[in-house]
């Protein structure tokens, strides 16, 4: 997969200019653990795009003052600025990249707690690599509820979310991030006799930061 940053920029140079810095528009990369920025590309009206040798594996321009980012790492990550520069530096666009792993495998465990004709208790343990979550399901003959998280962030960022299937006997583990989702399941009809019938909700992660463009790449 390719990433394609637009930066937006469009240049009016006079035949012949006076003896003025002739504009640039440049690329540059900042990170946390680094904060003096790196030329990633340079466009330039008279020269056209320059990219240093570092980066020739990873930045490739295109046409219009676009740039397509490929063979990405999670070293890559970080705040890519878009500048003009003339007798002044102005930031036209700013990206946040976050470079992202595939989420690990995720497994479900559904262990009995009790039971009676009129209803079970079960408890779901979701577990990947790093991270456990688990929450008890009561169960009936009209409705299947539960008590604890049923979904929680993991240290990795990723998001561990546990919820009833709309046949009201698989419960399904879905272990997912920005770019990458997977899911196990199991069946609570051999643990509860009864035919419950529930209707999950879903939740959504925001992430305001002012003013960027936050992409996220795997």
Do not use: R
Not at 11 to 37: G, R, Y
Not at 98 to 105: A, C, E, I, M, R
Not at 124 to 135: E, G, K, L
């Amino acid at each position: 997969m390719h990433l394609c940053l637009f930066l937006a920029a469009h240049f009016s140079i006079a035949p012949h200019p006076p003896l003025l810095l002739v504009p640039h528009l440049d690329l540059l990369k900042k990170t946390d653990n680094d904060p003096e920025p790196k030329f990633l590309v340079t466009f330039s009206p008279v020269d056209g795009p320059d990219v240093p040798e570092n980066y020739t594996e990873i930045v490739f321009p295109q046409a219009n003052f676009s740039v397509i980012l490929k063979n990405l790492q999670k070293a890559n990550s970080g705040l890519y600025d878009a500048q003009l520069s003339t007798s002044k530096q102005e930031i036209l666009v700013a990206y946040n990249i976050t470079v992202l792993d595939p989420v690990s495998p995720v497994k479900v465990k559904v262990d009995p707690v009790s039971s009676s004709p009129d209803s079970c208790n079960v408890t779901v343990s979701c577990t990947t690599d790093d991270y456990t979550i688990s929450s008890t399901w009561t169960c009936t003959n009209q409705t299947c509820s539960n008590q604890g998280h049923n979904s929680e962030i993991t240290p990795l960022g990723a998001s561990l979310h546990i919820y009833l299937s709309d046949d009201s006997v698989t419960i399904i583990c879905n272990h997912s991030n920005q770019v990458d989702w997977i899911t196990a399941s199991a069946h609570i009809s051999p643990l509860c006799p009864t035919s419950p019938v529930y209707i999950s909700s879903s939740f959504v992660l925001l992430f305001p930061k002012s003013n960027l463009q936050h992409i996220y790449f795997v």
